[in-house]
């Protein structure tokens, strides 16, 4: 069996993650971890008597093989390298690691042939738009980006977004976009700005993960657009990422590079 712990159990996606595990064959949950947490019992959260919860980094002792993270932006640097350096591969949803953060963890997984994921987005949809919108920005290099999230989303712009801003990026002509005059009556009113791609990031109660990217070019445009309405549709991105992690020699960037 495969053992896996969770971070970030109590959590929307966090309780999704635990719930995948259980009911996939060949895999079983071995620790929950929670930052801050009291109560120590796993009946109080509903999971059998065998799993061990955490509410301290510092405590957790575990032969988890696989470590699944749906915590915070401001957790997730600490929770990876803590995983890496304890032999555990890393499969990691959280959002809101630098580049340098992921660079410095590329780095340590690499010294251990340790292999992990970071995905900035787990959902198929997310993953193709990602995809296709690479192809089109080297056809269309005039180009923004809208992402909607709901209003408890702790980090802005979404991983998805800025991941999508950057493989644009790799392949977009040398380009000055829009008017080089304008200005802002409102501040930050043209959003985001990732070398010249303005990204808009919008909360609100009732939406889930939502992203658009627009395409302009004269006389026509082009709009890719990828919706998630229920987060149950990320389990099978994590699914793949669960099956493919142990067999990974680094510490990859972006689900569509293990599909």
Known sequence: MTKVLVAGFTGAMGQKAVRLVQESDGYELVAGFAAGITSKDPKDYDLPAGVTIY??????????????????????????????????????????????????????????????LIAPNFGMSAVLLMKFAKEAAKYFPDVEIIEMHHDNKADAPSGTA??????????????????????????????????????????????????????????????????????????????????????????VVGLENVL
């Open 55 to 116: 509410g301290d980094l510092n405590e957790i002792q575990t032969d988890a093989d696989i470590w699944i993270d749906f915590t915070l932006p401001s957790a997730v640097y600490a929770n990876t390298k803590f995983a890496i350096e304890h032999d555990i591969h890393p499969v990691i949803g959280t959002t809101g690691l630098t580049d340098e953060q992921e660079k410095e963890l590329q780095d340590l997984a690499a010294a251990k042939q340790l292999g992990g």
């Open 162 to 251: 800025l991941s999508t801003a950057k493989l644009i990026d790799e392949v977009r002509p040398e380009h000055e976009q829009g008017n080089p005059d304008e200005t802002e009556s409102l501040s930050g009113v043209r959003g985001g700005d990732y070398h010249g791609i303005h990204i808009h990031a919008v909360r609100l109660p009732g939406y889930v993960a939502h992203e658009q990217v627009l395409f302009g070019g004269p006389g026509e445009a082009l709009t890719i657009r990828q919706d998630s309405f229920d987060r149950q549709s990320f389990m099978g991105g994590v699914k793949v990422a669960m099956d493919h992690v142990q067999n990974l020699k680094e510490l």
